[in-house]
């Protein structure tokens, strides 16, 4: 095995957490070197037009995804079963190559609610202990929304964030999102423009008495510069947004909004094709010595280094937790051990509808976050106690593209293929559109994350084992929250049918629901139910940090990056004021 000079710090992942900490550490005077298994990719050259607008590439062939030939999950609805590997990607899109999932994502962009940090506490509090099933394991966060406060809004003028501010400083804006927990700035950018089928959704209802509004993106919406210095340009609603890099400088990503700025530093150093095996322990496994890794030639390679910082997609840091021997493994039988517990997906829904022939939807014309929202049934907005379910979701339309291979619309009963499938195929691709509502996520005790006993990736590591199905708290908040995003789509003008698609069980690993994978490496104030303390910091090997969705407790019903990007934030802060100063534990 080959080994490299030792460096300050070493980050696993080139994506948003890895930048935004790699960065900010190097600028502090350290020596970082940030590895990525994948290759680089950047906006010019490899995401111009007219190449980048390949869909059976980057959506059906999987471009930015995680290659399932090498690298896969196994997976099972319970311990009863034998998990099998995900032989293509339907359940959710893991990324590969230079910044992640901040490369495909659509750019939905919310901030958790203030309850969803204090979840627990909260719900049994205002409802009383019983509001909680007894397999439910969701707990509070360590810290509060007013602590990452800053940090969000640190994060929201690095990505240029565009939306209406509803909640300034306590005071409720007329035209914004009333539910919208405080903030202490506008959006740096005005929202984005809205598509008709949203418009539709908007106008029904509020004519129900809801509360829409425009979608927050991080899709810039006028030419910004943002608050590294860097530029980004205005989106031109192109469609090509979810799986897709973006050709126009327009929708945030680490390539766009922090690495151009991070590799002029003489501290920082990135490194591709470098797959990250395991972190080297010492003799008494209670600190890091740094990495192993494969390089592009297949050689192993040890990277020395004072600082591990574990920034890959979220279920694979909890797998490089695992084969690096690093806590305790979740065991689901005897509730004992933090690794791999807590896991969620999200509960997502949705409400198909389909125009008369004079309503002319024109699906091409969006863009990732191009939507209007209510939050209404989002959070803890609405009386919860009559329901007998904790969490919520909010509900939107969403035009994000009407690429013509994934998108072709008909209503149920329609034969699979021939002349009667195409024949509904015209009438309705430009008269449809979908509610879509995304809920939240409680954790369960059958829930979690190990490593399969059986199946091995490239390297001959174990894979990653995710047992999961939805709990009857979810299947219960699903069905109320379908049954009011249908109320909304027969209230909309032009509307002939609607067919509504609330979750049931079992939960399946062959359909999309969304990429927002949670938990597995909890975040917390006991080290009986947490794999790290509020900073991110591991409490077995103090020198190892976790970030991104993996801390989760559970998952909120809003989309993960915005408190991700805040969390990476509120990290280097502490390491930078903190642990550079005096290296061990932050908190005892």
């Not at 627990?120 to 509090?125: F, Q």
């Not at 297949?298 to 574990?310: C, D, I, K, R, S």
């Not at 979908?434 to 174990?462: K, N, V």
Request: include cysteine.
């Amino acid at each position: 095995m080959k080994t490299l000079p030792a460096v300050d710090v070493v980050i696993v992942g080139g994506g948003w957490t890895g930048s935004v900490i790699g960065k900010e550490l190097a600028a502090a005077g350290q020596q970082v070197v940030v590895l990525e298994r994948g290759q680089p990719r950047w906006p010019s050259p490899d995401f111009q037009a007219p190449a980048v607008h390949d869909e059976l590439k980057y959506t059906r062939r999987h471009a930015l995804h995680q290659n399932t030939a090498t690298e896969t999950f196994t997976f099972r609805n319970n311990t009863s079963q034998t998990a099998l590997p995900m032989r293509r990607w339907q359940f959710a899109y893991p990324a590969n190559h230079l910044g992640g999932a901040g490369s495909h994502w659509s750019g939905a962009y919310y901030r958790f609610d203030p309850t969803d940090f204090k979840l627990r506490s909260h719900y049994t509090k205002r409802y009383g202990a019983g509001i909680f099933e007894p397999d439910i394991t969701a707990q509070d966060w360590p810290l509060t929304y007013d602590e990452l406060e800053p940090y969000f809004d640190r994060f929201d003028y690095l990505i240029g964030a565009s939306g209406y501010a509803g909640n300034l400083k306590g005071k409720v804006q007329e035209g914004g999102n009333p539910f919208e927990p405080w903030r202490s700035r506008p959006y740096p950018n005005p929202p984005m423009r809205v598509p008709f089928a949203s418009a539709l959704f908007g106008e029904a209802a509020a004519s129900l008495g809801y509360h829409p509004y425009i979608q927050p993106s991080a899709l810039a919406s006028r030419p910004y510069t943002n608050s590294e210095g860097l530029p980004m340009s205005a989106c031109v609603y192109c469609g090509f947004c979810s799986n897709f890099g973006c050709e126009h400088f327009a929708k945030a990503s680490p390539q766009v909004c922090v690495l151009p700025v991070a590799m002029k530093l003489k501290t920082f150093a990135l490194r591709t094709d470098t797959h990250v095996l395991r972190v080297e322990l010492d003799k008494e496994g209670k600190k890091a010595r740094g990495v192993v890794y494969v390089d592009g030639a297949g050689q192993e390679v040890f990277q020395p280094a004072e600082m591990v910082f574990l920034c890959a997609f979220s279920v694979n840091n909890v797998r490089l937790l695992l084969l690096s021997r690093i806590g305790k493994p979740y065991d689901p039988a005897t509730g004992q051990g933090v690794v791999g517990r807590n896991y969620t997906h999200q509960t997502t829904s949705g409400v198909n509808l389909f125009f008369n022939e004079q309503t002319h939807i024109n699906p091409f014309m969006g863009a990732g976050a191009a939507a209007v929202t209510m939050d209404d049934f989002s959070a803890d907005n609405f009386d919860h106690g009559p329901h007998g379910f904790v969490g919520g979701g909010y509900i939107q339309i969403q035009v994000v593209s009407g690429a013509p291979i994934g998108y072709h619309p008909t209503p149920r009963g329609t034969p699979a293929w021939g002349s009667e499938w195409k024949k509904a195929v015209r009438r309705y691709y430009n008269h449809s559109a979908s509610i879509t509502i995304t809920g939240s996520a409680m954790p369960t005790r059958g829930a979690y994350l190990d490593l399969d006993p059986t199946y091995r990736d490239a390297w001959g590591q174990l894979l990653l084992r995710i047992t999961y199905d939805l709990p009857e708290n979810d299947i219960r908040l699903s069905a109320f929250l379908t049954e009011r995003g249908e109320r909304i789509g027969k209230a909309m003008r032009g509307v002939v049918a609607t067919e509504a698609g609330p979750r049931k069980r079992p939960f399946t690993a062959t359909s999309y629901q969304s990429t927002h994978l949670t938990g597995g490496a909890a975040m917390g104030a006991d080290p009986a139910t947490s794999v790290v303390n509020r900073f991110g910091q591991c409490w077995d090997v103090p020198n190892v940090f976790v970030t991104g969705a993996s801390l989760f407790p559970q998952n909120s019903n809003y989309n993960p990056t915005g408190t991700v990007g805040a969390t990476a934030y509120w990290i280097a802060d502490a390491v930078k004021r903190h642990y550079l100063q005096a290296p061990g534990r932050l908190i005892a």
